[in-house]
């Protein structure tokens, strides 16, 4: 019980970080700028191709709405910070269904490189 209540008391007052929809996570901070410039560059082009070819490529992923509502506390931890780019992780949940009553969860840590203006604040009291 005691132990519950320190835990809800540190929740309480704690902030966390969450990434903004449309949000790049790269491998490196050189592979960041890449994807905002491929991005840039694609002038109505197709958007999805870009973000298939940089997975497969293994240097970005792209954080859409879908991603940040299956993303577990803490959310986004930061781990370091470099000319306006923050590396960070965080863990999403997948789940899919397989029968009827049944489904398969499935928690993925993602790690990289995204832009300190794309995650916000967040103050829980």
């Known amino acids: 019980m005691l132990a519950l209540g320190v835990a809800a008391g540190w929740a309480a007052a704690a902030d966390f970080w969450i990434l903004q929809q449309g949000t790049w996570v790269c491998a490196s901070s050189e592979a960041y700028a890449e994807?905002?410039?491929?991005?840039?560059?694609?002038?109505?082009?197709?958007?999805?191709?870009?973000?298939?070819?940089?997975?497969?490529?293994?240097?970005?992923?792209?954080?859409?709405?879908?991603?940040?509502?299956?993303?577990?506390?803490p959310f986004v931890q930061i781990h370091s910070e470099q000319g306006g780019q923050v590396k960070v992780s965080f863990t999403i949940e997948f789940h899919k269904r397989i029968e009827f009553l049944h489904r398969r969860m499935t928690r993925v840590t993602f790690g990289g490189w995204t832009a300190m203006d794309k995650l916000h604040r967040i103050h829980l009291e």
């Open 35 to 73: 994807a905002i410039e491929l991005q840039a560059a694609l002038r109505g082009g197709d958007f999805e191709a870009l973000k298939k070819d940089l997975l497969v490529r293994k240097l970005c992923i792209y954080i859409d709405a879908g991603d940040i509502e299956d993303m577990m506390a």
